[in-house]
T-cell receptor, first 116, second 115 residues
């Protein structure tokens, strides 16, 4: 069975600091997909990134970067120079290659608070 | 274009009542998912539609829960004989084809409160 663990329940940092959100996953499949979603106070889940299991290249998008390491089953997310607007709950998620069924297994989320 | 919409945004009902929650996916998206998010938790999968058919309903907690998508677009999640434990935010997501390269886009959710 697949599982996603986000051990950090809450993190608070001062604005402009860098912060890393951890995600560890479990799956028996060799082909799978990893995701990060942001859930701001408004409640709507916002897609941030998708990675497939064959692509271990790290990715950077503006102030966001992702570190995918199959050896440790981790997919960590770093925000550089954090801003107050980054305050939200962040979810890591996993889906297995089920011939079109992309149901997501989510972690319990990390609540990030950026202090001005 | 318009995103996924869900109605109502909030629903308060009494224990034992029947409720319907509606999801309008992004136009043209064939795959539709329902999830349930309890307070302080991540969303949990309920059911997946590909077109009009429920391809995977393994996440439905019991037979009080049922969902339909009769024309392959709008979906309705139906809960019979509601219980207090059903209180949660019900999220709907859609994707273009449900394949491995497709991204799920979520609606704002319906917050269900069972008194």
């Amino acid at each position: 069975a697949q599982k996603v663990t986000q051990a950090q329940t809450e993190i608070s940092v001062v604005e402009k600091e860098d912060v890393t959100l951890d995600c560890v996953y479990e799956t028996r499949d060799t082909t799978y997909y990893l995701f990060w979603y942001k859930q701001p106070p408004s409640g709507e889940l916002v897609f941030l990134i998708r990675r497939n299991s064959f692509d271990e290249q790290n990715e950077i998008s503006g102030r966001y970067s992702w570190n995918f390491q199959k050896s440790t089953s981790s997919f960590n997310f770093t925000i550089t120079a954090s801003q107050v607007v980054d305050s939200a709950v962040y979810f890591c998620a996993l889906s297995e290659d089920n011939f079109g069924n992309e149901k997501l297994t989510f972690g319990t989320g990390t609540r990030l608070t950026i202090i001005p | 274009g318009a995103g996924v919409s869900q109605t109502p945004s909030n629903k308060v009902t009494e224990k034992g009542k029947y409720v319907e929650l509606r999801c309008d996916p992004i136009s043209g998206h064939t795959a539709l998912y329902w999830y349930r998010q309890s307070l302080g938790q991540g969303p949990e999968f309920l059911i997946y539609f590909q077109g009009t058919g429920a391809a995977d309903d393994s996440g439905l907690p019991n037979d009080r829960f049922f969902a339909v998508r009769p024309e392959g677009s709008v979906s309705t999640l139906k809960i019979q004989r509601t219980e207090r434990g059903d209180s949660a935010v019900y999220l709907c997501a859609s994707s273009a084809g449900g394949g491995p390269t497709d991204t799920q886009y979520f609606g704002p959710g319906t917050r269900l409160t069972v008194l």
